[in-house]
């Protein structure tokens, strides 16, 4: 059983740079987990009005209100098989802007052939996610669908109140990082958050997640 990216991509997987494939080859069947380590050359944010928006889903993990340049982050992906049985790899990002630690959670899971990105303390919000692998052999990811759970409440959110994100990553020879950029947009309002960086990896076996990084809530449905 290969990575849930790979199970995601099919042969386009192969197609992926080498180090991209090892660093989403991330998985218990490869037994190990990519810790990586970088700056942040940028982290913007829309007007003004957004910032009570990011404020709210900054408290349980979702979103980083604060911008800068230069800022250093880290990004653990470890492999857990969930409470609910279905093997998960986590996307835990922290920031230091100038001086407060902000963490953004995710957590990813393989359904029915697509990935679906948990975000938050909660996993309140459950996105589908498109991925394409494009001519240098990056990986593009791109949000759809949204569902928001909360005990008893279940709703498809409305993209129009919504923000949709677009995610590249490569590897650069060059210089030997994974470059990364992110955008959140909403339709009609334009950008809502994005960030640009580069980082270096370490691989190192596991099976399991550290408890630090999983959610305090996996939720059941996708």
């Known amino acids: 059983m290969s990575s849930i990216f790979a199970r995601a991509l099919g042969e386009d997987f192969a197609r992926l740079h080498p180090m991209m494939r090892r660093r989403f080859g991330v998985g218990l069947e490869a037994g190990e987990a990519c810790i990586g380590r970088g700056v942040m050359t940028r982290i913007r944010r829309g007007p003004w009005w957004t910032v009570p928006f990011l404020q709210v889903g900054r408290l349980r993990n979702i979103l980083v209100p604060d911008v800068g340049v ?7 992906n470890y492999p857990y098989r969930d409470p609910l049985g279905r093997e998960t790899v986590t996307f835990v990002r ?3 802007i100038r001086g407060r630690r902000r963490r ?6 393989l359904d029915r052939g697509r990935i ?3 975000l ?3 996993q309140h919000l459950a996105v ?4 394409r692998v494009d001519d240098d052999g990056g990986l593009v990811l791109t949000s759809d669908a949204q569902r928001f759970y909360e005990g008893p409440i279940a709703f498809r959110f409305p993209m129009p109140l919504s923000g949709r994100a677009r995610l590249t990553e490569r590897f650069d020879d060059a210089d030997g990082r994974f470059h990364i950029a992110l955008e959140v947009r909403n339709d009609r ?4 958050f994005g960030y640009e960086g580069s980082f270096t990896c370490e691989w190192m076996p596991a099976l399991d997640a550290p408890d630090r990084l999983k959610p305090r809530r996996h939720e059941p449905r996708t």
Do not use: C, S
């Not at 230069?70 to 653990?76: A, G, K, L, R």
């Not at 953004?104 to 899971?109: L, N, R, W, Y």
């Not at 589908?128 to 991925?131: E, I, N, S, W």
């Open 70 to 76: 230069d800022v250093p982050f880290t990004i653990e």
């Open 94 to 96: 922290e920031y230091d």
């Open 104 to 109: 953004f959670d995710a957590t990813m899971i």
């Open 116 to 118: 679906v990105d948990y």
């Open 120 to 122: 938050g303390t909660h």
């Open 128 to 131: 589908d996610l498109d991925l």
């Open 189 to 192: 309002f334009g950008l809502l």
